[in-house]
Each structure stands twice: as structure tokens, then as C-alpha cells.
């Protein structure tokens, strides 16, 4: 099952990757955020460009990244995780690597449905605007608060009793990481459900209109499946917010709580519902505006969806058939929606609107 490699793959990756990032940056937290006076950190900085880099070279490698892919890769990692909560940093990393792991499930059944899938090498080349499209809200929210607490220096934090999230200069800080926590849901549930969920055994429907059927890989197509996946996805982001948070300050969970503590408390229960609403309200608004806004098109003689990355000998064809006014020409068929979007400006917008949502949704619970 699709499922089962991807939570294994996830689950190897947290024991083996994800825990010593966290206690690297917990162990340096003292250092910036606790002071009155906070300093850059040149451990933090510099172990952030070390992973940044590797995060891009190896895309680049395998061939997952164009050039102007991997500096932008680059570019959004150092912003994440040399900020001084090592929350922004962490949910992008695990954004990145379980996104990864899901293209490569079953890559030769996604071959057979999608063209822009290369059956022999799994996954597509991103170029910058797909980077920044699925990462530049989080790594904006994670500049703003490194810009307010290490550069600005602000006289106020001083009290080392308090929550890391509870200062405010100009916007708060539990609203600058709201908004990653929900910007991040939102794009992991849409990445699985979109690598996940065409390899339903059912045909989707269209989230539009219900009654119809439409082929795999449509954008706007909804199964059962995919919206389990999606709350998965969003529910992934959680975990990974609430499980380094707690490391790197267990009071924002209750006053001297201890690790254990905050994770089994109403304010971590809260922040994991949160993540889930924020994954499933994304990935359906981003169907939504798939469905309307973005044009879908079917090769009648390979039955395949046509997308952005198809295959050079039928980039034209597409780019073609997708400003066309008609429905339907000799080799392509429309199945929905309008030529206003296109796949990345989809995703970027939908995880925005998801992001500002949660924050506001966020800042009434807790």
C-alpha cells in the first residue's frame, strides 16, 4: 500500500533525521531568544547553510531541482532555519523530505496517469517559482521573526519565565509562526494528495460537481482517499510543531511543564486539530480553485492529463490547447476550469488565504 511506504519512510526519517536537528537548535535557543539583548547566532547561521546547501545540492543532483530551483531552495532553507525558533526550520525540512518520499511512491503508476512523469526517474525538475510557491510564506514569517528579536534587539524580551511565543514587537510571535504551521499543513496535504491520492483505486470526482467522474491527476478531483491523505499531511506539520516546540520551551504548553507534559496538553491537542482543519481546509480550497480557475486537459490519445511539466513533444500541444477558447480540439479534450492559474499560482494562493485563516482561527484558540 501507497500508504504504509510513505509512513515508513516518514517514520525512519523523523528516528534517524529530525530529532538531532531539534536538540542542535534547542541547545544553542539560549543564546538569542532568552536575552534581553538577543545576538546572532554564528553556530545557527552556520549550520543552517550547511544543511541548506545539502538540501539543494542533493536536489540538484537528483535532478528534482533546476538551477534557479536549488538556489531558491537554498535561499528559503537558510532563511528557515537560521531563525531563532527552530520550528520554521524543522516543519520545512520535513515539508521538503516527506513530499519527496510521496513522489516516489508508485512513480510508474503516476507515469501511466499523468504525462510530465518519467516512469525510469520519479519526480520532477522544480524551478524556482514551484520553490517559492510551497515555501516562500513560511520562510517570509520566519525572516519577520528573526528581524524582530535579533536584529531589531527589542528592550522588552527579558522576562526568561515566558513563552517564546508571547513577545510582540510588531507582529506576535505566535502569529508569525501560525501562519508557517498553517501555510505548511496546507502545502504537505495538497503535495499528498496529489501524490497519494491519484493512486486511488476509485476515479475522483470533481469537488464542483460531485455526480461527475473525471480522470486521475484532474485538478479539482476529490476521492476519500486523497482527504485522508490530506489530513495526514496536515496532521505530519502538527507533530512536527508541537514535538519541537516543546523541546525548545515547554512553557508555551503550561507554566513549568516538562517535555512529556506539553505534549499531552489541551494546547498541544488544540495546535494538532488546528493542523488537520488547516491541511483539509487547504487542500479543498486549492481543488476549488483548481477546478475553476486552473484548465485541465486530457490527451485522447494517450489518456493522459496534460500538465506543466509535460514531456517537450507535447509542451506546445498544451500550452496551445490550454489558451484555446474551444473545448476540445483533434488531440485534446478539456475536462474543467478556466485558463486564469496556473499550478503554482494555485498553490502559492491557496497557502496563503490557509495560512492568514489559521493564524486568525489560531489566535482565538490559544
Not at 136 to 148: D, E, H, M, P, S
Not at 324 to 339: C, D, R, Y
Amino acid at each position: 500500500m501507497p500508504v504504509n511506504q510513505f509512513l515508513q519512510a516518514s517514520a525512519h526519517f523523523h528516528a534517524s533525521h529530525l530529532a538531532p536537528v531539534i536538540a542542535f537548535f534547542s541547545a544553542s535557543q539560549n543564546e538569542s531568544t532568552r536575552l534581553s539583548h538577543p545576538q546572532i547566532q554564528p553556530r545557527r547561521d552556520l549550520i543552517a547553510i550547511l544543511v541548506a546547501s545539502y538540501l539543494a545540492y542533493s536536489g540538484l543532483k537528483k535532478r528534482s531541482l533546476s538551477l534557479s530551483g536549488a538556489i531558491s531552495a537554498f535561499i528559503v532553507g537558510y532563511a528557515s532555519l537560521s531563525s531563532t525558533i527552530c520550528s520554521f526550520g524543522v516543519m520545512l525540512i520535513v515539508f521538503y523530505l516527506s513530499g519527496s518520499k510521496a513522489t516516489k511512491v508508485k512513480h510508474y503508476v503516476k507515469a501511466q496517469l499523468e504525462d510530465g512523469h518519467d516512469s525510469e526517474k520519479p519526480g520532477g525538475v522544480r524551478n524556482w517559482l514551484q520553490v517559492l510557491a510551497n515555501s516562500y510564506t513560511g520562510a517570509i514569517c520566519a525572516i519577520i521573526y528573526r528581524v524582530q528579536h535579533v536584529i531589531i534587539t527589542p528592550a522588552d524580551i527579558t522576562d526568561t519565565s515566558e513563552c517564546i511565543l508571547h513577545s510582540s514587537v510588531y507582529i506576535s510571535s505566535q502569529t508569525l509562526l501560525l501562519m508557517a504551521l498553517g501555510h505548511y499543513a496546507c502545502c504537505s496535504a495538497d503535495t499528498l494528495a496529489s501524490e497519494l491520492g491519484i493512486l486511488s483505486g476509485n476515479f475522483p470526482r470533481l469537488v464542483t460537481n460531485p455526480s461527475k467522474t473525471v480522470p486521475p491527476g484532474t485538478n479539482g478531483g476529490v476521492s476519500s482517499f486523497g482527504v485522508v491523505v490530506s489530513g495526514a499531511g496536515g496532521l505530519l506539520i502538527g507533530l512536527t510543531a508541537v514535538i519541537s516546540l516543546a523541546i525548545e520551551d515547554s512553557s508555551c504548553f503550561g507554566q513549568n511543564f516538562s517535555f512529556g507534559q506539553a505534549l499531552i496538553s489541551f494546547t498541544s491537542a488544540k495546535l494538532l486539530l488546528l493542523s488537520v482543519f488547516s491541511g483539509l481546509f487547504g487542500s479543498l480550497l486549492d481543488s476549488l480553485i483548481g477546478a475553476t480557475l486552473q484548465r485541465t486537459l486530457l490527451h485522447k490519445e494517450r489518456g493522459k492529463i496534460l500538465t506543466d511539466g509535460s514531456d517537450p513533444a507535447f509542451a506546445r500541444m498544451y500550452d496551445e490547447a490550454r489558451r484555446s477558447k474551444s473545448k476540445e480540439t483533434a488531440e485534446v479534450k478539456l475536462i474543467s476550469g478556466f485558463n486564469l492559474f496556473s499550478n503554482t499560482q494555485v498553490n502559492f494562493f491557496s497557502s496563503l488565504f490557509t495560512a492568514l485563516l489559521t493564524a486568525v482561527i489560531g489566535n482565538l484558540l490559544l
